[in-house]
């Protein structure tokens, strides 16, 4: 890979994009993080990233930090704004850089979403947040740019979150999901960047083995017998989201998962590039620091 192709990485501090973050640069890529807080980004990111400073709000500033980029990948937040809010990331933030794509020539748009947000999978119950990101998918489906989604099912990187002191912490009952994590899907977003194959196609992300909560708890207790494990109940969860708006997006997450069935869809994932190879045990053997929830 020719080391003067410019790779813009919109929310390249995020915790899951990091990992994403260094597999370009070992393929070779030059990754320029496109970020609000700069000091904040230099404390994050390896030092062979450069740095833009944009805000998804502004489309003269986003057209400003991606000149010259050849590819452009997003990794935005999930938000605990309310369903009525006027601006989202994923809605009216994405076609702000849709806009500021096109207006510098991007040739690729690869983009983060999520298992409910993919355009062909409907589950019993809708989450507002995977319908936003449908929507603003949908301006990425319509810029004439080739594009690339990932939809993600839970990350293992969510249970290294949840441990603290030595207690797992989780909530609700116990939902079985093809668990997938940081280190691989850090791989299959490098190998689609500049790939004909992975053009204008979303992409179901999943690992080999569907699991609930607590068989991931068991597979880790052996490894660390002093682990305990903490579940609180849904209900109440959602009577001190009352009071907090995080809590309450929490919940309104966990009660969406819990009238879900997952079934498998990542054929066409480990068909085009590439099987996952991390393992539950490798992952959590070899700790990334990039601990996330992000569904």
């Known amino acids: 890979m020719n080391s003067s192709t410019i790779i813009s990485v919109i929310g390249a501090t995020g915790r899951l994009a990091i ?29 062979e990233v450069t740095f833009a400073v944009a805000d998804v709000q502004n489309v003269p500033s986003l057209t400003r930090a991606l000149k010259g980029s050849t590819y452009v990948y997003i990794n935005l937040s999930a938000e605990e704004n309310g369903a009525k809010s006027s601006f989202f990331l994923e809605r009216e933030g994405v076609k702000n850089i849709v806009e500021a794509c096109q207006a510098v020539g991007v040739q690729q748009i690869l983009k983060i979403g999520a298992l409910g947000a993919h355009p062909s999978i409907r589950q019993p119950k809708e989450f507002y947040q995977n319908q936003t990101r449908r929507e603003g998918h949908r301006f990425i489906e319509e810029s004439g740019i080739a594009f690339t989604i990932f939809h993600p099912t839970w990350f293992l990187d969510s249970i290294e979150w949840a441990i603290k002191k030595d207690t797992l912490q989780w909530v609700g009952k116990p939902v079985e999901f093809y668990w997938t994590n940081s280190t691989d899907y850090a791989q299959w977003v490098a190998k689609a960047v500049g790939n004909p194959t992975a053009y204008y196609q979303h992409y179901v992300v999943q690992g080999r083995e569907k699991m609930d909560y607590e068989a991931v708890y068991q597979r880790l207790k052996a490894q660390k017998p ?63 620091g990039v601990n996330i929830l992000y569904l």
Do not use: C
């Open 19 to 47: 990992p994403v973050v260094k597999a370009l640069l070992a393929y070779g890529y030059q990754v320029r993080a496109v970020v609000r807080n700069l000091e904040k980004a230099k404390q994050s990111l390896p030092k």
């Open 226 to 288: 002093s682990l305990k494990l903490q579940v609180l109940p849904l209900w109440m969860v959602k009577m001190i989201g009352f009071f907090s708006p995080t809590m309450k997006s929490l919940a309104d997450l966990f009660a969406f998962y819990e009238g879900t069935t997952e079934d498998f869809h990542g054929q066409a994932l480990w068909k085009e590039l590439g099987e996952p190879s991390t393992s539950l045990e490798v992952f959590f053997e070899e700790p990334t």
